[in-house]
């Protein structure tokens, strides 16, 4: 079982925010425009947990040419306009912040999203008031998720060594970079158990194993 941690850290999209879905159909729309077909489903396989730096650059090499110069622009647009029309939280997102919160843990946030995107996802979903300052971009670091580099510099950022935190995530490339950090990970979806990484199907589960 896990050891009582200071710090919990939450990736954003797929664990507070259920944006996959509709980011994945917009970026595959784009991308297959371009003549890189995909389907929503298909583009979550390729680039789940990624940066938007690194899915262009997957997407260009795989294309073998560059994406126009708006695309991104153009791609945000869309998804920002579907965010702010019916984007939801994840169940159970804000129950079990504001549970960690009363229960004495540091909380924040570790995503390979821009601040502009989780402004709009945050806000539309209203969990940015429960973070204030407390959200960390992979803008801010080197690489991106799978590398540790995030998750290390949040646990600084919070004042907690990294073996004292924990991290939520949904994709392979996080639950990779909780796991090159050296962290605990809870891998919330459809994953096998690993070292160090303990798979749950919902949120609520993450209190019990907290608590235990």
């Known amino acids: 079982m896990i050891a009582r941690p ?25 991308l297959t425009k371009q003549g890189l077909a995909m389907t929503g489903q298909e583009a979550s396989q390729r680039f789940k947990g990624l940066s938007m730096a690194t899915v262009l650059e997957r997407a260009e090499a795989a294309l073998g040419k560059p994406l126009p110069s708006d695309f991104l ?14 984007l939801k939280p994840v169940e159970g997102a804000s129950e079990l912040v504001e549970w960690a919160q009363a229960q004495g843990f540091k909380t924040c946030i570790a995503s390979s999203g821009d601040f502009e995107k989780m402004d709009v996802t945050l806000g539309v979903t ?12 992979s803008k801010q670091v080197p690489r991106g998720k799978p590398a540790p580099d995030l998750f290390l510099f949040a646990a600084a950022q919070m004042g907690v060594p990294a ?19 050296g962290i605990p990970v809870f891998a919330y979806g459809d994953f096998e158990a690993a070292s160090e990484v ?6 609520s589960q993450i209190k019990g194993m907290l608590t235990a």
């Open 6 to 30: 200071e710090l919990i850290i939450f990736d954003c999209d797929g664990v507070l925010v259920d944006s996959e879905p509709m980011a994945n159909a917009v970026l595959a729309d784009w």
């Open 198 to 203: 303990y798979p749950v199907c919902a949120l």
């Open 73 to 86: 622009d153009q791609v945000q647009a869309e998804t920002y306009a579907r965010f702010r029309a019916d």
């Open 163 to 181: 073996e004292r935190a924990v991290v939520i995530e949904d994709s392979p490339a996080g639950v990779a970079a909780a796991r090159a950090a």
């Open 126 to 137: 209203a969990l940015k008031p429960l973070f204030e300052d407390r959200i960390f971009s």
